[in-house]
């Protein structure tokens, strides 16, 4: 064979977009436990198939009771409660039988005898229980596609049922040692011996990035038996790596074996160690020749064949750092503990804005949701509001900057949107937090969020939104990005048994209301026609029961923890319930205007315009997306 010179000398970029251009990456999918998914990228979104906890638990450690039974209790007029007449011993955990709906603690009881004790203050429906959905509601998404699995994120998804997981599948990496110089490892060297030390790097490298390496027996510098051996790893992997023998030597075969088995696309790229790479296919699968000296190998690997491993399994480059942001709102601690705060972040203008999670031991989701760490030092009480702040990154920072921050309503469509975003290996992310459309407007307001999703009725004109803004917000330009319309009404259980007709007949009949919490556009709903009709918030039973989405009403009326409850006819229709219509509302998203010129954003509203978006409404029913992504300027 005759000598060959570099057929290319292509700068690094254009070398990994032409060969990506001609390449066929099928991404291969399969379905695995849940528990044996850690590192696997998910080739679909991930909903919970149960609530967690499933069931009402008790949060203290003391006695179950009726709450009823405790009214009037006060420092001069103890009640006295009988052992299995008024309540029951519970430990911290144990379930919460459906005739008890509050748990007085062990601290706070007055023994009387072995069978009763003296209680000396009330306590309020659902006091010190853990209600079922308070980490993980049914049906609410866990993860979405293209997520790498991680082991917090395998507690999440068991806790919710969700045993099974499609994945991509990871690659099989074919790996060809060349050079009649090189021997095995424990050999008997001799002079001009190299042991094959490449080829387990690159095994070692390709569990790092993904893919399951296969290395073959070393080959020879025998053009034939090179060819024999690159046309067995084409046809038994998906990604084929041949080391050495990819310069312009006497004895380098490289090249030539995969043009007369496939094809060169380059040969040669600008870069310096690792010029000599060859990128080709044989049989439609990346085949690369990747340079013998050991650096130039690294920076191959990590330049050509890491992206190629990444894109097989759906998965971005990650790397540890640190950050500096903005406190949201002020962390409190104590002098006695080292903490850590998981943290969300976005930037939103100019500033990395940083929001603490839920803090509590059993929120699994938060460290789900968790962009980074917030270490808080043993000797300081808390970090004020505004304050500067060092977060310990989870995620990327190029994933936080290209994060949309989205805080406010709660609809099941932001998480549909998300995932969305994320079909395809998207740029872009939307982080969201559910805190009612006042607290997106407050958000907005304090310039800790790019969007608001809200649905506020003015309950003087009957219109939706607009009002709100221009009180809150100011003389700010403004603009509503329009969402949906979607119908409000009356959540029920699977045929109504209490045939429940209007919102008058919650009072009439006593049932058991569960509520959204203040600031919440429901909630504002649920008021406005209390108000129409005449009727106290004192006389709803369950009025002060507060919940945060509609699926978590839905899951406490699924449970039989209450009758009834206001909410969306998505909702009901995901958890099986059935649905009394009282009317239809705006959905809309609150944006300033200058954000609209986000690539992001406008990534948003495309997704919101686009018939898949729109398909997935159809799924889950009971909205009208005739103006998704019209916008109004206010």
């Not at 095994?203 to 090179?226: C, F, L, T």
């Not at 805080?407 to 469509?413: T, V």
């Not at 100011?474 to 959540?491: D, F, Y």
């Not at 709903?525 to 002060?544: H, M």
């Amino acid at each position: 064979m005759g000598q060959k010179v570099y057929l290319s000398n292509y700068e690094i970029e254009d070398a990994l977009n032409l060969y990506f251009s001609k390449l066929k990456m099928d991404k291969e999918k399969e379905i695995i436990d849940t528990e044996n998914s850690a590192g696997k990228i998910t080739s679909m979104p991930i909903y919970s198939k149960i609530s967690s906890p499933f069931y009402n638990s008790s949060a203290m450690d003391g006695i179950a009771v009726d709450s009823e039974k405790t009214l009037g209790a006060n420092e001069k007029n103890h009640i006295i409660l009988v052992e299995n007449e008024d309540y029951i011993v519970v430990d911290t955990g144990d379930p919460i039988p459906k005739e008890y709906d509050a748990v007085i603690m062990v601290e706070d009881l007055i023994e009387v005898d072995d069978k009763s004790v003296k209680i000396y203050k009330s306590v309020a429906p659902y006091q010190n229980i853990r209600p079922l959905g308070e980490d993980i509601v049914e049906k609410s998404l866990i993860v979405p596609s293209n997520h790498k699995i991680r082991p917090v994120d395998i507690s999440a998804m068991i806790a919710g049922a969700v045993n099974e997981v499609e994945v991509y599948k990871k690659p099989v990496v074919g790996i060809i040692p060349t050079g009649t110089e090189l021997v095995e490892p424990g050999s008997n060297l001799k002079i001009g011996d190299i042991i094959d030390f490449n080829s387990r790097t690159f095994k070692a490298q390709v569990y790092e990035y993904g893919g399951i390496g296969k290395r073959y027996e070393i080959v020879k510098d025998d053009y034939e038996k090179i060819k024999d051996s690159v046309k067995k790893a084409a046809e038994e992997c998906d990604i084929v790596l041949i080391n050495a023998g990819s310069s312009a030597g006497r004895e380098d075969y490289t090249a030539k074996v995969i043009e007369e088995l496939g094809k060169v696309y380059i040969h040669g790229v600008a870069i310096k160690p690792g010029k000599p790479v060859i990128l080709g296919e044989v049989y439609n699968k990346p085949v690369i020749g990747i340079p013998g000296y050991p650096v130039s190998a690294y920076v191959i690997m990590e330049n050509f064949v890491r992206p190629i491993i990444e894109n097989f399994i759906g998965e971005k480059p990650y790397k540890h750092k640190s950050i500096k942001a903005i406190l949201s709102k002020r962390v409190m601690s104590s002098l006695k503990y080292f903490e850590f705060v998981r943290i969300k972040l976005g930037k939103v203008g100019d500033k990395i804005v940083a929001t603490p999670l839920s803090r509590g031991a059993g929120a699994t989701m938060s460290l789900v949701k968790a962009d980074g760490i917030l270490e808080v030092p043993q000797n300081i009480e808390g970090i004020e509001k505004q304050s500067e702040v060092e977060i310990k990154l989870l995620k990327d920072e190029e994933e936080i900057n290209n994060t949309i921050v989205c805080i406010g309503s709660h609809d099941p469509i932001i998480d549909v949107i998300a995932d969305l975003m994320q079909v395809k290996g998207g740029a872009y992310y939307l982080s969201s937090a559910h805190v009612g459309s006042m607290g997106g407007i407050m958000a907005l307001k304090n310039n800790e969020t790019h969007i608001a999703p809200i649905h506020l009725l003015d309950m003087e004109t009957g219109k939706y939104n607009v009002s709100y803004i221009k009180k809150y917000i100011g003389n700010r330009p403004m603009a509503l990005i329009k969402c949906v319309k979607r119908i409000q009404g009356i959540i029920v259980p699977k045929g109504n048994p209490n045939n429940i007709k209007s919102i008058k007949d919650i009072r009439d009949k006593k049932l058991k209301f569960v509520n959204r919490q203040r600031g919440a556009g429901t909630r504002l709903l649920f008021d406005y026609n209390l108000k129409k009709l005449n009727i106290s918030p004192k006389e709803i039973q369950g009025y002060e029961r507060e919940e945060y989405t509609h699926l978590q009403v839905a899951a406490a009326i699924s449970n039989g923890d209450c009758d009834c409850g206001l909410g969306i006819y998505s909702a009901a229709t995901m958890m099986g319930l059935d649905f009394i219509p009282i009317c239809n509302e705006e959905y809309d998203i609150a944006i300033f205007k200058e954000f609209l010129n986000m690539e992001s954003i406008k990534e948003f509203i495309n997704i919101i315009k686009s018939d898949k978006f729109k398909e997935k409404l159809d799924e889950l029913g009971g909205y009208d997306y005739s103006e998704s992504g019209d916008i109004i300027y206010i």
